[in-house]
């Protein structure tokens, strides 16, 4: 990919860190409005032919080369990450595109209720902005990433439309609704930030469903493909193998760009009018409370104590159903099939508030089966009976996948770990999080439930898992907005309250975690966000 020259000692308008989902929307719409836009991100581009997905020996490499957590995949790109205080691993890529690199493409905007939730149901905050606020910039989001869908969706208020036709719901779809359509139960098929036919900078689908290890026809909406060759287009610099360690700020306090580690191990200084934090829940918190001065002696915009915070991660529960019908299985595209949303607002009686998203899943290959079965004694999937067992199954069973809302807890935290480091002597964060009895319950209802749904379709053994450890994709609210400084990080344009030209436009801003998938809300954030910052280029202090 052709680059603009990189010239460090001029001064850019935006510095944007990470060139993720959030990245490549802020980065496109800047450039586009005519600002100098500098991107460090601090792993590479993937070239489709890099991928495993459409080779022999995918599931082999999905377990270490494609794994989505970074300790196990220990590229040269990732940081280690301590997660020995918590129940989940976080999941996430480093590299141009960022976590939409292995995403799934499950695209779903939050429901209204989920803007409200202390209004509702007396638990968490309010969010500062209301669904229909933000619908607009959903619309522009789903247009920008190719979103095949079907509109009108009962659960939600307005009949929204995508710029492509649903998916193929499959076989596995077509089952599982039969199954909720005997119970009474909400169903819907699922969006996708994938096409089935050519569009714009995406390819056509061939439904290999290994979307979840890359894909190698450009057929996903990662923004590597639908972004940031437009950005650079249009003048964006991306400077790549750039590890940032340090937003260096002056004697105001005000952000000056940031201190960066080159792959030649050379340390360099980009300096920026703007600095945009877009390096997800993690590595954002992670940098911010690595920028102490004597300014923020706690951390750059930390002043609300908050940064690092609120930690959330979306545990995940799956039930998986073996028929005895062939269902091709193995078919993509990897992500849900249907949704349903039939247990997702608070009901009291229940003993839990919220709820969680459903999705119905392929259960791809028989490694990947393997870790559908944890509830089953290990004589029964391993050995001679690991055979038999792929021979009953493979091609004949799928996932309810339960996506629980998770509550804000003000002890589940990124924190900088005391003795780990990344390869270039940067300290590694740690994860502090412990899943609530809120969640358990909740978990443990929806599981019944999905249990349920399998035997009205017909399945004839369901496995359950209450908890998958490798499920932490949605990564939020390490910086909440919100509209007192004394209790939020940043206002409701995603603005620091303490660093007025400093922004954060990840999964950190979010005050509740809904039980959505975010990447849809994260980029209509962003798209909101940069309108107003480009709306207001003339009031906005800088360092100069």
Same mark, same amino acid.
Request: aromatic share 8%.
């Given at each position: 990919?052709?680059?603009?020259?990189?010239?460090?000692?001029?001064?850019?308008?935006?510095?944007?860190?990470?060139?993720?989902?959030?990245?490549?929307?802020?980065?496109?719409?800047?450039?586009?409005?005519?600002?100098?836009?500098?991107?460090?991100?601090?792993?590479?581009?993937?070239?489709?032919?890099?991928?495993?997905?459409?080779?022999?020996?995918?599931?082999?490499?999905?377990?270490?080369?494609?794994?989505?957590?970074?300790?196990?995949?220990?590229?040269?790109?990732?940081?280690?990450?301590?997660?020995?205080?918590?129940?989940?691993?976080?999941?996430?890529?480093?590299?141009?595109?960022?976590?939409?690199?292995?995403?799934?493409?499950?695209?779903?905007?939050?429901?209204?209720?989920?803007?409200?939730?202390?209004?509702?149901?007396?638990?968490?905050?309010?969010?500062?902005?209301?669904?229909?606020?933000?619908?607009?910039?959903?619309?522009?989001?789903?247009?920008?990433?190719?979103?095949?869908?079907?509109?009108?969706?009962?659960?939600?208020?307005?009949?929204?439309?995508?710029?492509?036709?649903?998916?193929?719901?499959?076989?596995?779809?077509?089952?599982?609704?039969?199954?909720?359509?005997?119970?009474?139960?909400?169903?819907?098929?699922?969006?996708?930030?994938?096409?089935?036919?050519?569009?714009?900078?995406?390819?056509?689908?061939?439904?290999?469903?290994?979307?979840?290890?890359?894909?190698?026809?450009?057929?996903?909406?990662?923004?590597?493909?639908?972004?940031?060759?437009?950005?650079?287009?249009?003048?964006?610099?991306?400077?790549?193998?750039?590890?940032?360690?340090?937003?260096?700020?002056?004697?105001?306090?005000?952000?000056?760009?940031?201190?960066?580690?080159?792959?030649?191990?050379?340390?360099?200084?980009?300096?920026?009018?703007?600095?945009?934090?877009?390096?997800?829940?993690?590595?954002?918190?992670?940098?911010?409370?690595?920028?102490?001065?004597?300014?923020?002696?706690?951390?750059?915009?930390?002043?609300?104590?908050?940064?690092?915070?609120?930690?959330?991660?979306? @545990?995940?529960?799956?039930?998986? %159903?073996?028929? /005895?019908? +062939? !269902? $091709?299985?193995?078919? *993509?595209?990897?992500? =849900?099939?249907?949704?349903?949303?039939?247990?997702?607002?608070?009901?009291?009686?229940?003993?839990?508030?919220?709820?969680?998203?459903?999705?119905?899943?392929?259960?791809?290959? @028989?490694?990947?089966?393997?870790? %559908?079965?944890? /509830?089953? +004694? !290990? $004589?029964?999937?391993? *050995?001679?009976?690991? =055979?038999?067992?792929?021979?009953?199954?493979?091609?004949?069973?799928?996932?309810?996948?339960?996506?629980?809302?998770?509550?804000?807890?003000?002890?589940?935290?990124?924190?900088?770990?005391?003795?780990?480091?990344?390869?270039?002597?940067?300290?590694?964060?740690?994860?502090?999080?412990?899943?609530?009895?809120?969640?358990?319950?909740?978990?443990?209802?929806?599981?019944?439930?999905?249990?349920?749904?399998?035997?009205?379709?017909?399945?004839?053994?369901?496995?359950?898992?209450?908890?998958?450890?490798?499920?932490?994709?949605?990564?939020?609210?390490?910086?909440?907005?919100?509209?007192?400084?004394?209790?939020?990080?940043?206002?409701?344009?995603?603005?620091?309250?303490?660093?007025?030209?400093?922004?954060?436009?990840?999964?950190?801003?979010?005050?509740?975690?809904?039980?959505?998938?975010?990447?849809?809300?994260?980029?209509?954030?962003?798209?909101?966000?940069?309108?107003?910052?480009?709306?207001?280029?003339?009031?906005?202090?800088?360092?100069?």
């Amino acid at each position: 990919m052709t680059q603009h020259q990189h010239d460090e000692s001029e001064v850019a308008d935006v510095l944007i860190v990470g060139a993720g989902a959030s990245g490549g929307f802020a980065a496109v719409e800047l450039s586009k409005a005519g600002f100098k836009v500098v991107c460090l991100e601090q792993g590479d581009w993937t070239l489709r032919s890099e991928f495993a997905g459409d080779k022999p020996e995918w599931e082999l490499k999905a377990q270490k080369d494609w794994h989505p957590n970074p300790n196990k995949r220990a590229r040269a790109s990732d940081y280690p990450i301590d997660t020995s205080d918590s129940d989940v691993n976080p999941l996430m890529f480093n590299g141009v595109g960022g976590s939409t690199i292995l995403y799934a493409a499950h695209w779903v905007r939050m429901l209204p209720s989920d803007f409200q939730v202390f209004s509702d149901d007396g638990v968490a905050d309010d969010w500062p902005i209301s669904y229909e606020d933000l619908a607009p910039y959903y619309r522009k989001a789903e247009i920008a990433m190719g979103v095949s869908g079907l509109a009108g969706d009962p659960a939600y208020p307005d009949e929204h439309h995508y710029p492509n036709p649903p998916m193929p719901l499959n076989k596995i779809g077509m089952t599982a609704a039969k199954g909720l359509d005997k119970l009474g139960w909400h169903w819907w098929t699922g969006p996708q930030a994938i096409s089935a036919r050519p569009y714009r900078h995406m390819q056509a689908c061939v439904r290999r469903g290994t979307c979840l290890t890359g894909c190698p026809e450009g057929a996903k909406a990662s923004v590597d493909v639908t972004h940031w060759t437009d950005a650079i287009q249009q003048g964006t610099t991306l400077v790549t193998g750039a590890r940032v360690r340090e937003i260096t700020t002056n004697a105001k306090g005000l952000a000056t760009g940031a201190i960066y580690i080159d792959r030649t191990g050379v340390e360099r200084h980009q300096k920026a009018d703007v600095v945009i934090m877009a390096a997800n829940g993690i590595g954002t918190a992670r940098l911010l409370l690595l920028s102490k001065s004597e300014a923020h002696p706690d951390g750059l915009g930390n002043s609300s104590g908050l940064v690092g915070r609120r930690l959330m991660m979306h @545990p995940y529960a799956a039930a998986t %159903g073996v028929y /005895d019908e +062939p !269902l $091709e299985s193995w078919l *993509g595209p990897s992500g =849900h099939a249907i949704q349903s949303f039939e247990f997702y607002e608070t009901d009291t009686s229940r003993g839990f508030v919220r709820g969680g998203k459903w999705q119905v899943m392929p259960s791809g290959g @028989p490694l990947g089966l393997r870790a %559908g079965y944890s /509830d089953s +004694p !290990l $004589e029964e999937t391993w *050995g001679e009976n690991f =055979h038999r067992r792929v021979r009953k199954t493979v091609g004949r069973s799928f996932e309810w996948g339960i996506t629980a809302e998770d509550l804000p807890d003000v002890e589940n935290r990124v924190a900088i770990d005391g003795e780990m480091t990344d390869s270039d002597g940067i300290p590694s964060p740690k994860i502090i999080y412990r899943s609530s009895d809120n969640t358990t319950k909740l978990m443990a209802f929806n599981l019944e439930r999905a249990k349920e749904a399998h035997e009205a379709a017909g399945a004839t053994e369901v496995h359950l898992t209450p908890l998958m450890r490798d499920c932490g994709w949605h990564i939020m609210g390490t910086a909440r907005m919100g509209l007192d400084p004394k209790d939020s990080v940043i206002d409701e344009w995603h603005q620091s309250h303490d660093v007025p030209n400093l922004y954060v436009i990840d999964g950190s801003a979010f005050v509740t975690s809904a039980s959505a998938n975010p990447t849809a809300t994260i980029t209509a954030l962003t798209l909101r966000a940069m309108e107003h910052l480009i709306a207001n280029r003339s009031s906005q202090e800088t360092p100069v």
